[in-house]
């Protein structure tokens, strides 16, 4: 499988598995809670840290079976963030993915409980009882989603972001952001996906935590440049938007040229790590390309 | 020990464990996002959840121990229940245990964050490698948690009380919504306490649930009731305010005699189902009579 057929291929599997599985799991009756849950879920996203999970595992030679759950929880929780994000009491943004985002579809009370029920539905995935992976690997991984996205992690970078947009920032304080905000998910999807399989060497791990801090800020600084460069269309938000609400960016900081050599020395740290590890790295290799090097 | 001793000392106790698991879980720096979660967590809440799987567990001679994790996990998972109801976009509660609710004393971002870092603590509680039960306990117990609180679970029961608030409603449909809004995690702290103990048997599993059911209920009508005849003192928030924020109430729907009659009827119902149970079930006894026959 090239890497564009392996993306293709595990984009549609965890969007159909993800489907399967929020209908198999939403109440028996027409619910506006599960409506608002599917919505935005199901609005075009690039399935990106599934695509790490089944990237981590497949590299340790896991069955995909026994990823499926794992790619899905990291979704929902990917999913829960956006919508939360996206309300008027934190960022306010309207668009998302080029659609209304899930508080103006709907209304802020259904987002706010349509991302705490997504939450807890990653939990509810990782934990099914006919999962092939060993319990205490079950356990490992729960504990490791759990500790990335709460007051340590991603909850934490969110806070740290909506705190700092007015104030004076150092690189390396935004460095800090990225790294909870959008890096903490991003490496606990490889790691996830790793883990899967229970002899994976503990060395390994910690190469894999590199490559994802590394991809995980380079995609961040790709983001940044993008919502300068890239048409709404594009983006799916209305292009400039970072500006306008006076957020403060990589390109901001160190200007387009710096932030652009930063999102390649990035990608370069991220490829430096992977290296270490043995084992055919080329589908993470490629998503590390395709999330820092891609142009839309 | 007798019931005011049990209480007190499992209060305490799971006081105590939240406050250091808190700690130790924060980050290394001051976080306002950690603050706000102690700030909502340690505001003199009864603990009537922790006790409930105290309860359950050392009716089937659990180690308390064994117990502690589930106990601060449903507690984590109330609070952030009540952050998130109380925000303008939901209830529009700004006094909660007669302080200021969380978006009040700190901001409505905060407080959705907080309320979202308390879900996953509640997940992390429970998948800590060093708990003692077996591991496919523990995930036993994180999968009816997860599904307990989500799209069929609480979540649900808050939707359904925000879409209903301005309907006509009967009877039937005000259950529904308390049987999910309040009694699913009133039922899972106790299953969560006796599935603790691997032996237990599933036909007092079944009875569990029922039990769990109408203390559910019977906690929520007297909570109506209590709305109406406690003082604004008693109850830690405006007396009255169910009526001002024209909520459906039991004693709306049904009149005051009428609904002080089926609290006691659940109570009974309670007590009937905990009869089917061989042990001393002398603690959930005392404790139905808490949740329900209460006067604040």
Known sequence: MDFLEFMKY?????????KDFIEKKAPSFPSRLSEAMAYALFAGGKRLRPLLVYGAGTLYQVPHELLDPLAMAVEFIHTYSLIHD??????????RRGRPACH???DEAT?????DALQCLAFEALSESQSVLPPKIQLEIIHRLAVSIGQRGMALGQMLDLIASDAFMEVEALNRIHELKTGALIQTSLIMGAKANPSVFSEDISYLEEVGYWLGLGFQIRDDLLDVTG???????????????EKITYPVLMGM??????AHFCFQQAENALKKINGNTHMLHSLGEYLIIRDK
Not at 10 to 18: A, G, K, P, T, W
Not at 111 to 115: D, F, M, R, S, W
């Open 104 to 106: 103006i579809a709907y």
């Open 10 to 18: 595990y984009q549609i599997r965890c969007e159909d598995l993800m």
């Open 231 to 245: 048409t709404t269309e594009q983006l799916g938000k209305p292009q400039g938007s970072d500006h306008l609400n």
């Open 86 to 95: 996206d309300l008027p009491a934190m960022d306010d943004d309207d668009l």
């Open 257 to 262: 040229e710096a932030a652009e050599a930063q």
């Open 111 to 115: 987002a706010i409980l349509a991302g």
